[in-house]
């Protein structure tokens, strides 16, 4: 038998998005972590074993999605290739290993296939309609599969045999140009471009007429009448969250990105009203649906976007804010938990208020349940964890630690 | 654009070759670096963030070219095929991918083709002249380029289709030996192997004669009338620095091996009057070169021999004073900086006067400006350092961390 008899506990991952942070004159050298006022998290800090972490590497500015895939323990560096495949799983759809994925937009064509407007005049209404006009498609052995996103947004996927993913937009990016034929650099990819060409003219044929759009011409608005692909990516062939650890999951998220990543793997994604993904979230919806989840779960992971908003916005006092509410978020998950549950609360990297975007810095980790070995951190920011016994690792680990702590993983070797 | 906007800064790593040690009785149990007095680098330890990085990986003993390799990013384990190829780059030739390198020696043969003075009597003047009759010269589709280098020292590459690395030395590394034919091990190293023995004979036809030799002879002296090419390394292909970092670079070195690395990856080498690679090297002129090439440059790499030919002397008091003149180097540089940068400091490996060698042993370093979370550490050594904040890393991802820090890394994901 190679797995332990030992009760298997549960596991929760609590990531502030881009909580990581640099020393702010404003702050008087803290972090915005080191100066909000963050009982909840300190108190883990001093029960649990602290440390640093890598999202990807030392040093690396991970995006939110190669992070997310590290911190899941699958390597970005082997399985990403690119934010298209994920995203069209944030959409919605189903992708396989192989399958070409697209970005789309409806837009706005006249009777010469040029573009009058790329985004259909921001249309928000009525592109249900126009996706069902669209959908199942079959272009001699390719299935289509398209689904709308938010406004004029949508996703593609091209599945079927001998596919490429070498191929150019249909989309030609600018407003009063035609229609571009894509193209493929080799044989696969040919067969791809020719089957998005005939997605792309099928679309124009299935929605111009439709009756969406005859009222949007009636009200002066631009019709939405066709769909046009961009951005070609394959995608990569991953195993399931529950075919690699054993045991089922769950993601509480706010942002399609990361829905993208968890549904690609397979992880239940429960609907969250009142994760707004700004400012306004809810942190006590978002904490009620980890206890949730965590009933008929193993596992769940749970990413609360704010304080990366405060980060892109340079904004220190936000910054401290939406941490603040992250702590109370640890505290309402910890001070309900039911049965024995380890919890790693972390950031998936920094977004310093200074930088205005994601970098490359480390940031700080925390595992707290009755199997860690208690260090001396007696508070939760970069520089305490940074003296932790955990030391300083990286995101792709994160997963054997913490199935590890649960019990639950399976002994490499005799 | 996957660039931050914002502002770019400048870096500089500062390494004293082997300055890393381990306790010495002599110095009360101090490493020569702690016993040293370097109030330069004690203020930037103070006022910056530090840690120990293990070169190539812990307890790997890295020679200088692996080690600068890899602070540059560059994995050896991926990219070291032998010191053949870097040390051709350094005696000045343009190296590319796939080039077959060989170390020379100008020797001396009699008309029988055995070795009479492997070094042609050390030959120190007129090779030169010896190698304007020997280059430029083309085998079938095998270029030859021949540059010398000090004494009776040079090297070759050559350059065609096909072309294999495994084959055997003309140099019988022996006196009173017949030159060798070189041997090929595969179909594509014997094609190599033909053109050596092809060069080896034309060398002896262009030089047996040679004015030079001529003039040796009258002088008694050996003729320099053969060059022997042994050690064939292939030449990795290695993108450029610009190419992987985006940022221009220059580099200010002492010695030929670390110059070969430079000019590999492309990095202007400036000219540094004063920098004899010894103990009597003058550390304001390597200061100032740093200073001048920061000017032109985004990025400039520093190596200072001096404390590593301590440590192989096994002289701890020497050490000591080579560490001290670090400290006034790093002073000088880290005075004059215009505009804002950021300093890395530390070594390439240890040389532990116990050991006379390098050793694998961890070497401290520190990251100063005006970006870094700012630890506890006051003073820079082996001891102090492994108390701060960045932990313990790797060579391999300092690049990652100063470009971080100098905000001019590509983000990788969205």
């Given at each position: 038998m190679s797995k332990s008899a030992a009760r298997k506990q549960k596991g929760v991952i609590l990531i502030a998005d881009g909580m990581g942070d640099r020393p702010i004159d404003l702050l008087e050298g803290r972090t915005p972590l080191e100066a909000a006022s963050t009982p909840n998290l300190d108190r883990l800090a001093a029960e649990g074993e602290c440390g640093m972490m890598d999202?990807?590497?030392?040093g690396v500015r991970a995006g939110s999605d190669t992070s997310h895939l590290a911190l899941l323990g699958y390597d970005p560096h082997a399985?990403?290739?690119?934010r298209g495949p994920f995203e069209v799983a944030g959409v919605g759809l189903e992708v396989k290993g192989g399958d070409i994925c697209f970005r789309c937009n409806f837009a706005s064509v006249d009777e010469n296939m040029v573009v009058t407007d790329r985004r259909a005049?921001?249309?928000?209404?009525?592109t249900q309609e126009l996706t069902a006009a669209v959908e199942g498609m079959t272009i001699g052995d390719v299935k289509c599969f398209f689904k709308e996103s938010v406004e004029h947004r949508g996703a593609l996927i091209l599945r079927g045999p001998?596919?490429?993913?070498?191929v150019s937009d249909a989309?030609?990016?600018?407003?009063?140009a035609k229609v571009l034929a894509a193209e493929g650099v080799d044989e696969a990819s040919k067969k791809t471009a020719a089957a998005v060409n005939e997605f792309v003219k099928r679309s124009y044929e299935a929605l111009r007429k439709h009756p969406v759009n005859l009222e949007r011409e009636k009200q002066g608005k631009p019709p939405a009448n066709i769909i046009l692909p961009r951005g070609a990516g394959v995608a990569p062939a991953l195993d399931s969250f529950r075919d690699r650890y054993g045991i089922s999951g769950a993601a509480v998220v706010e942002t399609a990105l990361i829905a993208g990543i968890a549904r690609y793997l397979a992880l239940d994604l429960p609907d969250v009203p009142?994760?707004?993904?700004?400012?306004?979230?809810?942190e006590s919806a978002l904490a009620q649906a980890v206890l949730a989840a965590l009933k008929d779960h193993d596992f769940v992971i749970c990413n609360f976007k704010a304080p990366d908003l405060a980060g892109h916005d340079g904004n220190a006092a936000k910054k401290v804010k939406c941490i603040e509410k992250m702590d109370r978020l640890v505290g309402e998950v910890v001070s309900n938990l039911r049965g024995p549950t380890h919890v790693v609360v972390s950031a998936d990297h920094s977004t310093p208020v200074s930088y205005k975007d994601h970098s490359g810095d480390s940031v700080p980790i925390l595992f707290w349940g009755p199997e860690v070995r208690r260090d001396g951190v007696q508070a939760f920011g970069e520089r305490p964890c940074?003296?932790?016994?955990?030391?300083r690792i990286q995101g792709r680990y994160i997963m054997h630690i913490l199935t590890n702590l649960m019990g639950t993983q399976e002994k490499f070797g005799a």
């Open positions: 999202p990807v590497a030392p399985c990403y290739t690119g005049g921001r249309i928000a209404e009525g001998g596919l490429g993913h070498q989309d030609p990016h600018n407003e009063g009142g994760a707004t993904g700004g400012y306004d979230s809810d940074a003296a932790g016994g955990i030391g």
